[in-house]
């Protein structure tokens, strides 16, 4: 079994049967009821489509991320009214990436063949270094908001996890986080 479906799968074992939780938090909505954060995730992909992406966009898309998107073909985790973390499908990948070029057009920095994988809320795009990443990981390759980029030296697998474990802080700051 791969790392990130080991993470997710300890998740979905925290979840109800609705695939939501409590917040942390304990918030409680305007009309009394306890919020409750919900995990979606879609059906996965396959090789054929991964390694098509790959050549359309030319990118190289490390193997704990194939793992992810063979496993689940993007995901949304802890939706609620205030946030929501999400990991894009290869479609969204796609769509994405587009948004990202036209940015940086927009902000006069030059094209990249970076790609978002994903959007952390407050901050913007999850991207993956294309010139940093190996086929065999992302680690060192990760990082958030493409216009003012903050480096989180972290694998795909320990992103994931760290979102779980440390719902809504900028954890990539924390210099004792644990290595995958």
Request: net charge negative; aromatic share 12%.
């Amino acid at each position: 079994m791969s790392e990130v479906k080991k993470v997710l799968e300890n998740l979905k074992n925290q979840l109800d049967e609705n695939l939501t939780r409590l917040d942390p938090e304990g918030l409680v909505g305007r009309d009394g009821t306890i919020i409750r954060e919900e995990c979606i995730f879609s059906p996965p992909s396959n090789i054929e489509e991964i390694s098509s992406l790959e050549k359309e966009l030319v990118i190289t898309i490390p193997q704990d991320y194939k793992d992810f998107l063979l496993y689940h073909d993007g995901m949304t985790l802890f939706k609620s009214y205030l946030a929501e973390f999400k990991f894009f499908s290869l479609n969204e990948m796609r769509e994405n990436l587009l948004i990202v070029q036209e940015d940086c057009k927009e902000f006069v920095l030059e094209l990249t063949k970076n790609y978002p994988i994903g959007e952390f809320p407050d901050i913007g795009y999850i991207m993956i270094n294309n010139d940093k990443v190996t086929k065999e990981s992302s680690k060192g390759a990760i990082y958030v908001n493409h216009i003012s980029s903050e480096e989180t030296n972290e694998s795909f697998v320990s992103f994931v996890e760290n979102i779980i474990d440390k719902t809504g802080e900028f954890f990539w700051e924390d210099a004792n986080l644990p290595e995958y």
